[in-house]
């Protein structure tokens, strides 16, 4: 078992298979001129495999695989394939563009779950958001998914000013179609033009729907990073991920392997441990990996509190989104 200082076990890792999209998300992009990793430095499919092996050997249960867009990989669906043998719940976070090219793949790969990212039911701010005209193939793939009886999960970035008011429309796609909403807190990273005045918090999301509709919460489950309510008569939830109002720290159960090696203890972590070229050298990554967790701050990853006018982006130490898989 993989534990940390606070005895939190750590059995979920989250993969990035690349830092390259085809959509250009603001928010998750840095502002300056941006190079996608070249493919030589990235993890290698049977390097994926063997490294997540040692990781499921720790007593890891459940992979994700994110990125950038991990679906825009050449060789996606073999690391999928590849993954999909190991005792674990594999499942994707994903852009949703590519998704109809691998309906066979996440068959046979035994993937029951999705988190498919959408910010907007308008065509017009997609563009704005994602600088990419990509709605109405996302939108079908979704119910593509849902149609092949995949459980879907929406993830809206919220921004004040921006999308905030789309809010009520979100909540009312799950009155006939069971889609699980997640609105998600906005999150600050290098490079994003990160400001508390954008963050749309989960209090504000939650009257915000409580003044259309009754909203029922549902229970929190171990490890749960969202708060879930549903509308009574609903067939889908709603929740919000409350990161940066009332983070979920406290039984967080997460590491984070970037394309390029890295492990990261969390998603605000300042350290980084390079796994792959300890791989590489022939190196154990066993206790590489132990330490890397133990070392593990108690929330934030040291960074910042829930007081959010205080936070200098500037002096925040991370990667980019997109660079860190999310
Ligand atoms: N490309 C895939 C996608 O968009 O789902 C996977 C990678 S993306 C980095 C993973 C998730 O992180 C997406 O749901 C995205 O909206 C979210 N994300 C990116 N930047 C964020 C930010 N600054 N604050 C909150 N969520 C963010
Ligand atoms: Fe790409 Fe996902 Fe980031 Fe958007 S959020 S730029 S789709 S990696």
């Given at each position: 078992m993989i534990i940390d200082g606070f005895s939190r076990v750590h059995d979920y890792l989250r993969i990035s298979l690349t830092d390259n999209c085809n959509l250009r998300c603001f928010y998750c992009m840095p502002e300056e001129e941006y190079t996608f990793t070249p493919a030589s430095k990235l993890m290698q499919a049977d390097e994926i495999e063997s490294i997540a092996k040692i990781f499921v050997a720790q007593g890891v249960k459940k992979i994700r695989l994110t990125g950038g867009?991990?679906?825009?990989?050449?060789?996606a669906a073999d690391i999928i394939e590849r993954l999909s043998k190991f005792p674990v719940k594999l499942t994707i976070t994903t852009n949703g563009t590519r998704l109809h090219e691998f309906v066979d793949v996440i068959k046979k790969a035994g993937i029951t779950s999705l988190n498919i990212s959408l910010d907007t039911l308008q065509k017009d701010r997609f563009m704005l958001m994602?600088?990419?005209?990509?709605f109405d193939r996302v939108r079908s793939n979704i119910d593509l998914m849902l149609s092949e009886g995949i459980n879907v999960r929406v993830n809206a970035v919220v921004m004040k000013g921006l999308n905030d008011h789309e809010i009520s429309d979100f909540v009312a796609w799950t009155k006939e179609q069971p889609v699980h909403i997640r609105f998600i807190e906005f999150m600050p990273f290098s490079g994003n033009r990160w400001d508390s005045a954008k963050v749309m918090t989960w209090q504000e999301i939650l009257s915000r729907v409580s003044d259309e509709y009754d909203v029922l919460p549902l229970d929190r489950e171990k490890h749960d990073t969202a708060k879930k309510y549903i509308v009574p008569g609903h067939q889908g939830t709603f929740a919000v991920i409350s990161t940066m109002s009332a983070p979920f720290c406290g039984d967080c159960n997460r590491m984070r392997l970037t394309a390029d090696g890295k492990m990261k203890?969390?998603?605000?972590?300042?350290s980084e441990t390079d796994l792959l070229t300890a791989f590489r050298n022939g190196e154990d990554l066993v206790p590489l990996i132990h330490q890397s967790i133990r070392d593990?701050?108690?929330?934030?990853?040291?960074?910042?509190?829930?007081?959010?006018?205080?936070?200098?982006t500037s002096k925040l130490e991370n990667r980019s989104m997109i660079t860190i898989g999310g």
């Open positions: 867009e991990p679906l825009v990989r050449k060789d994602t600088r990419r005209d990509q203890n969390c998603l605000f972590s300042t593990k701050k108690k929330a934030l990853g040291g960074q910042f509190t829930t007081d959010m006018g205080k936070i200098e």
